[in-house]
């Protein structure tokens, strides 16, 4: 599938009550949104995320499905649903790629674009959207 009709939405947050900038965790959610605007249901399998700090360290993970679910989505269907991740600095990226799978067999890579992650450690919330 070279055009693929999956689209992506991302949504990153910082969860102050859940770091501890004095010990370098800071605690994040991001809440992805998978729509469906082809015509054909497809099925996420797999899931790929490289996530990178601003000190250096970087994280790669993998693995089935995302939740414990592999949803299916029929066309014009969307799922979302909430993770998170932990980070050794205040900010850091994430990028990655779902494994999909049509109906008829037909395997395909739906990238996610680059994202920011970024501490609210001023007081005011930081949000930032990367095109």
């Known amino acids: 599938m ?12 910082f969860l102050a009550d859940q770091s501890s900038p004095e010990d370098n965790v800071y605690t994040f959610a ?3 949104t998978v729509s469906n605007a082809g015509d054909v249901p497809a099925q ?17 993970v993998k693995g089935l499905g995302v939740i414990g ?3 299916l989505l029929a066309p014009g269907e969307s799922f979302r649903y909430t993770s998170g991740c932990r980070l050794q600095a205040p900010s850091g990226t994430m990028h990655g790629s779902f494994f999909m799978v049509t109906e008829a067999g037909e395997r ?6 680059m994202f920011v992650l970024e ?3 001023g007081g005011a919330p930081v949000s930032r959207v990367l095109h």
């Open 2 to 13: 070279s055009d693929s009709p999956i689209s992506i939405q991302v949504e990153p947050r």
């Open 30 to 32: 991001y809440t992805i």
């Open 44 to 60: 996420l399998i797999a899931r790929h995320w490289v996530i990178n700090d601003a000190s250096g360290h970087a994280q790669e």
């Open 69 to 71: 679910q592999q949803p």
């Open 108 to 113: 395909f890579d739906v990238t996610v674009p």
């Open 119 to 121: 501490a609210d450690v």
